[in-house]
């Protein structure tokens, strides 16, 4: 298995809501990465986990909340989102944090009205 | 710190002409040095990368890049555009500093029109 896997593939959420993005990876990779990307716009970085401890949060709003329950399983868990926050949300992984190369998974299409 | 620029944020060529992506990287280390390619709603797919062995790299889908390290660049090139490659291409660097944070410093992108 060499492909990562994100649900849901679209999500249409209220201000009000808890939701969670999940993602999942059999590739034995052991660093996984949150990714937000707007219209037009690369990838940004919001979280990095490396052997399931979160090694980098930069600075996202508390609103996301990451969890890493174990090693092929990464999970986004969203509350209170504004509109702005609307975006491809993208997972990837990487054999380890210095391997450089990363794996992407599809997306999940966030639409928060 | 790492930085990544790509000249040129849409480039537009005729089916069967040169491709030519251009991508110039700042980093105090040697680098790693990656081509993604983006479909529409789609994830990222990587193209081809560089980690410190050929200058010339080949990758999927006819596209080769080369390193030249005098020059600070690492462009994309394929011989022959298809249709099919029209998407957005990503140029990044790895941060391979002491911290190997495992982060990637993406370019803005170039969206690649092909006409037919």
């Known amino acids: 298995d060499t492909e990562v896997t994100q649900t849901p593939k679209h999500l249409v959420m209220g201000m009000t809501n808890k939701k969670s993005l999940k993602c999942e990876q059999h590739?034995?990779?052991?660093?996984m990465y949150w990714y937000k990307q707007k219209a037009k716009k690369p990838p940004e970085l919001m979280f990095v986990?490396?052997?399931?401890?979160?090694?980098i949060n930069e600075s996202v709003p508390s609103r996301f909340s990451p969890e890493c329950p174990n090693s092929s399983l990464l999970n986004l868990h969203l509350h209170a989102l504004q509109p702005e926050d609307s975006a491809l949300y993208l997972c990837?992984?990487?054999?380890?944090?210095?391997?450089?190369?990363?794996?992407f998974g599809p997306g999940t299409r966030l639409t928060v009205l | 710190a790492q930085s990544v620029t790509q000249l040129g944020s849409h480039v537009s060529v005729s089916e069967g002409a040169l491709v030519l992506l251009r991508c110039n990287y700042s980093?105090?280390?040697?680098?790693?040095l990656f081509w993604y390619v983006q479909y529409p709603n789609q994830g990222l797919q990587l193209l081809l990368k560089?980690?410190?062995?050929?200058?010339l790299v080949k990758g999927i889908n006819g596209f080769e890049a080369e390193f030249k390290k005098s020059e600070t660049s690492f462009h994309l090139t394929k011989p022959s555009a298809h249709m099919s490659d029209a998407a957005e291409y990503f140029c990044?660097?790895?941060?391979?500093?002491?911290?190997?944070?495992?982060?990637?410093?993406f370019g803005q992108g170039t969206t690649l029109q092909v006409k037919p």
């Open positions: 990837a992984s990487s054999r380890g944090p210095e391997s450089g190369e990363q794996f």
């Open positions: 590739m034995g990779h052991r660093a």
């Open positions: 986990y490396s052997y399931e401890k979160l090694s």
């Open positions: 980093s105090s280390v040697p680098p790693y």
């Open positions: 560089y980690t410190s062995a050929a200058t």
């Open positions: 990044a660097v790895s941060d391979r500093g002491s911290s190997n944070t495992g982060k990637l410093i």
